[in-house]
């Protein structure tokens, strides 16, 4: 049997469903701007400081998702960490705010990306690394 190089497909999808996320954060920051611009919110400095938070958090959640597809070591906590901080948001964002549109897939992101890191093979990945 030739050994398999590379990411198993799990990390592999798990790291596209992270990059998903981060262009999804990215674009939302990128939205906020423009409303920024053409004066469309409340609160100039806030909305200012939500840009920055949403392009930081949009290029780091970027560079977790390459650092899955190397098979990184560090890249598994994070992305951990974020799913299991968005399934509140996901959550309250379906049920509460009855947005459900915005929600359920915030939701279906975070278990899917859950599934595919503790999935036998991306913990066989990362213990090997």
Avoid: K
């Amino acid at each position: 049997m030739v050994p398999q190089t590379g990411a198993p497909r799990a990390v592999r999808l798990a790291g596209l469903v992270v990059g998903i996320e981060g262009i999804a954060l990215l674009l939302a920051a990128g939205g906020l701007a423009v409303a920024t611009v053409l004066g469309h919110v409340e609160n100039l400095g806030r909305a200012g400081f939500g840009v920055l938070i949403g392009l930081a958090a949009g290029a780091g959640m970027l560079r977790v998702a390459v650092g899955l597809a190397g098979v990184e070591g560090w890249a598994r906590a994070p992305a951990v960490v974020v799913q299991l901080l968005l399934a509140p948001v996901g959550y309250t964002v379906a049920f509460t705010a009855e947005r459900p549109a915005y929600g359920v897939p915030i939701l279906v992101l975070c278990a899917a990306e859950l599934f595919l890191l503790f999935t036998p093979e991306s913990r066989a990945a990362f213990l090997d690394r």
